[in-house]
């Protein structure tokens, strides 16, 4: 029963996800429409396997990179190098900060399915829109884990998918990062 649900949960946020770049990206292309159906088509399945086996799997994640960058140069306001930029700049950097962490505090910090995840995310947003993303998943666990173990779902000390927190943060950072973007810069003044 499981197995189906999946399945028409992703055919709908796809279906969503279609509808959505008509009202968030006003001069979308085709190449955006179907950026967003393919993000929302591999996003929802590796939140749920990563929450359920602590797994992000290649076979979703390097393909859509892949589409990600065949698609840059038909996209509105983005280009081949946005995408590449964003896909190895975000994920080699993430994996840097999870290296020096994970010898800082003498355990695995993160799994290298996050960085992988990290690689699609960031060709399909660039450099910016993916740095943006990584520190609103940052922000929706700071939320959602005490929120998780207050209602007993979870144990202090014990791993956490960090994966779907990422996908979230990619969905919000898709559709919202030039409006979160100038709140920002409004808010410490830059604007």
């Known amino acids: 029963m499981e197995y189906p649900l999946v399945e028409a949960l992703t055919g709908c946020v796809g279906a969503g996800m279609l509808y959505s770049v008509s009202l968030f990206i006003p001069s979308a292309t085709w190449a955006?429409?179907?950026?967003?159906?393919?993000?929302?088509?591999?996003?929802?399945?590796?939140?749920?396997?990563?929450?359920?086996?602590?797994?992000?799997?290649?076979?979703?994640v390097l393909p859509g990179a892949l589409i990600a960058w065949v698609l840059a140069d038909f996209r509105v306001n983005f280009d081949i190098f946005d995408s590449l930029m964003g896909g190895f700049g975000i994920a080699l950097g993430l994996w840097a900060f999870a290296t020096l962490l994970s010898w800082v505090i003498k355990k695995q910090a993160m799994g290298f399915g996050d960085v992988k995840f990290m690689l699609f995310a960031g060709s399909i947003l660039g450099f910016q829109d993916a740095l943006l993303a990584v520190v609103l998943s940052s922000f929706i666990g700071l939320i959602i884990i005490p929120f998780l173990t207050l209602m007993g779902s979870h144990q202090g000390g014990k791993k956490f998918p960090y994966g779907p927190m990422?996908?979230?943060?990619?969905f919000m950072s898709f559709y919202w990062s030039e409006k979160i973007w100038s709140w920002y810069f409004e808010f410490v003044g830059l604007s």
């Open 166 to 170: 990422l996908g979230i943060a990619t």
């Open 32 to 60: 955006d429409y179907l950026m967003a159906y393919t993000m929302g088509l591999i996003l929802i399945p590796v939140i749920i396997i990563d929450l359920r086996h602590f797994l992000i799997p290649d076979m979703m």
